[in-house]
């Protein structure tokens, strides 16, 4: 089944303590992106990547790191989480930039920081 | 600012009353404007890209438009089972960049 598969699907971490949530991939899609989902922002784009070693900054990317070392996966890392940290964040995927079939979004990992 | 709004916030239906939902947006160099459905506790699901004013894009009860400054998501007589968060996006400049309007939760009331 193609689809987008996000590790933890929850997670309570402490203040400082690094964290990486994983993303991946089965649809050999070029980009990839993270996203943060907040009640009355919406989703927010954090970090993306339009191929293998190519990634830039979305609205929000302080306080986070990406790396994409390899076409399937698109790892999102907390260096030192805080607690304005604590969100709903869901990766996604696409062929051609998400202009015609747009994109593959995984089913989210929510994220509580003490 | 780039921005996208959508009106309303919620609404609520009875099943096969028809409605519509607004995305305005501001951005420059549009590329793309898309629309999503979300159900609770699931990533968004694509529906339609649309790429310039006057295109339109239907599927089953749903049916979008596009004008230079906003698109509309028609529903015709919905259904229980159409009831979600319906998020638009835009896609603008160069690389990535999408923004996401707040969206409009629906519910259609048997």
């Known amino acids: ?114 | 600012e780039d921005q996208v709004t959508q009106s309303p916030e919620a609404l609520r239906l009875q099943e096969g009353e028809s409605s519509s939902l607004n995305c305005s947006y501001t951005v420059s160099g549009l590329r793309g404007l898309f629309w999503y459905r979300q159900d609770p506790g699931k990533g968004p699901e694509f529906l339609f890209t649309l790429y310039s004013a006057g295109e339109e894009k239907e599927k089953e009860r749903l049916k979008a438009t596009l004008t230079k400054k906003e698109s509309f998501l028609h529903i015709t007589a919905p259904k229980p089972e159409d009831s979600a968060t319906y998020l638009c996006a835009v896609l603008f400049g160069y690389g990535q960049n999408f923004v996401f309007g707040p969206g409009t939760r629906l519910s259609v009331l048997p």
């Open chain 1, 1 to 114: 089944e193609a689809q987008v598969t996000q590790n933890p699907r929850y997670l309570i971490t402490v203040t400082g303590k690094k964290l990486t949530v994983t993303c991946s991939q089965n649809m050999n899609h070029e980009y990839m992106s993270w996203y943060r989902q907040d009640p009355g922002l919406g989703l927010r784009q954090i970090y993306y990547s339009m191929n293998v070693e190519v990634t830039d900054k979305g609205d929000v990317p302080e306080g986070y790191k990406v790396s994409r070392k390899e076409k399937r996966n698109f790892p999102l890392i907390l260096e030192s989480p805080s607690p304005n940290q604590t969100s709903l964040y869901f990766c996604a995927s696409s062929n051609k930039g998400g202009i015609h079939y747009g994109y593959t979004f995984g089913s989210g990992t929510r994220l509580t920081v003490v």
